[in-house]
């Protein structure tokens, strides 16, 4: 007995497709056609048609495909982090949150280009089920989703390829003896080649090299993938990686507690900022964040529940490109381009959406105004402010990499990129660069004293090189060194670590520090880390050590015992040790002693900290 089939072409040279049939016994039945441009299937009344537009249907069943990140999900999907599927039953019409009505009308069309943009950019499921059911259409529907809804929901199986075990699965929760499934796999082979293309790349380092960016630009041109296919594309590869995803995770949960708030606490968007900063840390693209923003507090009032004035400023400059009346349109100079580098600056530190819903607005304004009247006069004036925007978010990525990176390769590209974008903006205005970000990063109380050191010796080089008293390799070399000394400074701190342990009372003798410095150089040798450790660094090691301890076995159990929320912040601003190492620390202290793991946050607040987790 045949228990299923498999059936595998391609409907044209970029879609694949894959048909796989099971169920009851369908050895002797006829359910396969095909025509000079299309293939259909069909068994007991069901009918689907693949062609080279697209796909046709008029059955029971539905589609589903994996959630991409960033597209539009429902909050209930969105809450659940065992969800990873989107599913739609034919015939079914969705009537808010919680509410699904179904219909007899399982008859519907869509094209590859519909399919393809609002599901999955790469693969797509259909599905049919095939059975003696007599009734109507709507109620086996609704019969069809409680058998293997969740199992759809929340199934890995599409993720892994395992398309047989999946049809499998599907046969066993519906549990009909008699009936047969059809399971369609659509995958469009352009958009694959990319999505795998930039998840190689993406995945190696983090980033893309230049020759990278050049073949993923090769493959978009040859396939003419759209700009839109292309973003969700990527960002939903850069959220898939591992390091990515829990922190993001992390960054979506308290997203969707505040989006039942009308109002953002103050505490709550600290948290986020704090989850911000260390996505940079962990080299975690921004535009991550960006996109759950958008998705999760349309609508929300941030902090205020009146517009800050300059969102007003930036919406009455962006309005100027759209009086009707040419005499009262005004020409948007230097000053306004500098008053809107600023409120997108604002909007930033902020986490404030409304900035990027005006920009957005405006867009959408002169691409249909383009096409109404059929000149690109607006949008190429717009896109001339947008480039400002670029500069912005090329500058702060290329800073606060150096700042808060550890294990990083600089070259003389960031220096050449910085250099240009800064003769830019202070071509606007002398000492917006420095107002913008040297200023605010140098007060960054997360910036540690390495990230300190790095950023003063790229600014400091950045005017030696305008001034021609230095080369980008001579700055490059400096920067280097200090990045080298970063990563010993690490290895001997997890070295010295360990060995304070045992040895710690021994320390304070010259002889057996000295015995130490040579045991431990010789176990980094022995690991390829052959750098020299000057004593100057060991004993700076030591000593960061030390007040480490210090502020562990002493100072922290004080001002936990005081809630004395000043007497920390007085060391960790005098201290000179890295405040994401030490409360990093704090969480494992406050974990040992079963105190709450927000008692410093909620300390800092000015809140009665939770004794017992």
């Not at 391609?10 to 497709?17: A, G, H, L, N, S």
């Amino acid at each position: 007995m045949i228990y299923d089939l498999r059936f595998h072409g391609k409907i044209t040279p970029q879609i694949e497709f894959f048909s796989l049939i099971g169920g009851a016994d369908i050895s002797a039945a006829y359910f396969y056609e095909k025509g000079d441009s299309y293939v259909r299937f069909f068994f007991k009344g069901n009918e689907f048609r693949i062609n080279s537009t697209g796909v046709s249907y008029n059955s029971t069943g539905g589609s589903f495909c994996e959630y991409m990140f960033g597209v539009e999900q429902p909050i209930k999907d969105l809450q659940k982090r065992d969800i990873k599927n989107r599913l739609v039953m034919f015939g079914a019409i969705s009537e808010g949150e919680d509410k699904i009505t179904f219909t007899n009308n399982t008859r519907g069309s869509e094209s590859f280009e519909q399919i393809f943009r609002d599901g999955n950019a790469v693969t797509n499921y259909y599905f049919f089920v095939s059975s003696d059911y007599q009734g109507e259409l709507k109620k086996r529907q609704e019969i069809i989703l409680k058998s293997v809804g969740k199992f759809i929901k929340r199934t890995e199986l599409m993720g892994e390829g395992k398309d047989t075990d999946l049809l499998e699965q599907l046969i066993a929760d519906l549990a009909e003896s008699k009936s047969n499934i059809f399971l369609f796999k659509l995958i469009n082979k352009e958009n694959e080649e990319y999505y795998k293309a930039f998840q190689k790349f993406y995945f190696k380092e983090k980033t893309l090299s230049p020759e990278s960016e050049l073949l993923l630009e090769d493959i978009t041109s040859r396939y003419r993938i759209d700009r839109y296919q292309q973003e969700r594309m990527k960002i939903d590869v850069m959220y898939s990686h591992p390091e990515n995803k829990r922190i993001v995770d992390e960054y979506k949960d308290i997203l969707i507690e505040m989006s039942y708030e009308d109002v953002i606490h103050p505490s709550r968007l600290a948290r986020l900022q704090r989850l911000r900063t260390l996505s940079i840390r962990n080299n975690i693209p921004i535009i991550l964040f960006d996109t759950l923003d958008e998705l999760l507090l349309k609508g929300k009032k941030i902090l205020e529940s009146k517009e800050p004035e300059y969102i007003k400023e930036t919406r009455a400059i962006i309005e100027n490109l759209f009086f009707k009346d040419a005499s009262l349109k005004s020409h948007i100079v230097s000053e306004d381009i500098v008053k809107l580098i600023r409120a997108r600056h604002n909007a930033r530190s902020k986490s404030d959406m409304s900035f990027e819903r005006v920009i957005l607005d405006a867009g959408r304004a002169c691409d249909e105004i383009a096409r109404e009247t059929n000149t690109l006069s607006l949008l190429e004036e717009l896109s001339s402010i947008l480039t400002y925007f670029d500069r912005y978010d090329n500058i702060f990525a290329h800073l606060n990499k150096l700042a808060f990176s550890e294990n990083i390769n600089f070259t003389e590209n960031p220096i050449r990129s910085l250099i240009g974008n800064k003769k830019a903006f202070d071509s606007l205005n002398y000492g917006l660069f420095d107002e913008l970000f040297v200023k605010d990063l140098l007060g960054n109380k997360y910036l540690s004293s390495y990230g300190r050191k790095k950023l003063t010796a790229l600014i400091e080089g950045l005017k030696k090189i305008e001034e021609g008293n230095a080369t980008y390799r001579e700055i490059v070399a400096i920067i280097n060194k200090i990045l080298k000394e970063e990563k010993l400074y690490s290895l001997l701190h997890a070295a010295m670590k360990e060995k304070m342990r045992s040895f710690f009372p021994g320390l304070d003798l010259k002889e057996n520090r000295k015995e130490i410095k040579e045991e431990i150089c010789g176990e980094l040798a022995a690991k390829g880390f052959k750098w020299a450790v000057s004593d100057r660094l060991f004993e700076r090691v030591l000593f960061d050590l030390k007040k480490e301890s210090f502020y562990l076995n002493h100072l922290l159990p004080l001002v936990i015992h005081e809630k004395n929320v000043s007497l920390r912040e007085d060391f960790l601003d005098n201290s000179g040790l890295d405040r994401f190492y030490i409360e990093s620390l704090e969480r494992d202290y406050l974990e040992n002693k079963g105190l709450s793991l927000n008692f410093m946050d909620e300390l800092k607040e000015g809140q009665e900290p939770s004794v017992v987790r």
